[in-house]
């Protein structure tokens, strides 16, 4: 597509419940980014894939946090018992190589409240 | 891991002024983002400028790699400018963009 899509672009869920976000990432580009961003934060990273698997995932803050990437375009985020802790924006990004370096593009987020 | 700081951390500008908003990391870098965070919250790419300078309209960017810090000038700001600005950084050996914390923007006509 023309951008990075990302959905839901809100969710609200209980504390407890599992929750799935999603990304479709900018055709052609083989690296994916998940972030972060809390309420008056910059954003934090999470997870970065190249091509299908997990380059380094250091950034996911627990084993409720998991996500995949089967084919190599759409990624999935998933979240399990969730906590009001959780409650932030996530980010999606996808990037072209420049000179090396990975330019990114970000989506318009997905914004999780856990009530 | 690298450290993004940028200042000043809130701005006020009248439409009309302009303004300088700076970057400094703490490590070598070979990518060096700008983005813009709407009031709706879709972070928008500005320049990416991991050394040189740059101009975009209204916009242009300076990062002098050899001593660490990045500038972003705004000229000429209108409303439509307000927001926060974010420097982000991947560092020489990293994989990561890492982002600094901000500067926010009030434009006011």
């Known amino acids: 597509g023309a951008g990075v899509s990302q959905t839901p672009s809100n969710k609200v869920t209980e504390k407890g419940k599992y929750v799935e976000l999603r990304c479709d990432p900018i055709s052609g580009h083989t690296a994916l980014y998940w972030y972060r961003q809390s309420l008056g934060q910059g954003p934090e990273f999470l997870i970065y894939f190249q091509g299908t698997g997990a380059a380094d995932d250091s950034g996911l803050p627990n084993d409720r946090f998991f996500a995949v990437r089967p084919e190599g375009s759409v990624s999935t985020l998933k979240i399990q018992r969730t906590e009001r802790g959780d409650s932030a924006v996530y980010l999606c990004?996808?990037?072209?190589?420049?000179?090396?370096?990975?330019?990114?593009?970000f989506g318009a987020g997905s914004r999780l409240t856990v009530l | 891991g690298i450290q993004v700081e940028q200042s000043p951390p809130d701005l006020i500008l009248q439409e009309g002024a302009n303004s300088t908003l700076r970057c400094n990391f703490s490590?070598?870098?070979?990518?060096l983002q700008w983005f813009h965070q709407n009031p709706w919250g879709q972070l928008i790419n500005l320049f990416y400028i991991p050394s040189g300078t740059k101009q975009n309209g209204r916009l242009s960017a300076t990062t002098v790699a050899t001593e660490r810090y990045s500038l972003l000038y705004i000229s000429s700001s209108q409303t439509t400018d307000s927001g926060v600005y974010f420097c982000a950084v991947e560092a020489l050996r990293g994989n990561k963009l890492v982002f600094g914390a901000g500067t926010i923007l009030r434009v006011k006509s």
């Open positions: 990004a996808s990037s072209f190589s420049v000179s090396g370096a990975n330019v990114l593009t």
């Open positions: 490590d070598s870098v070979n990518n």
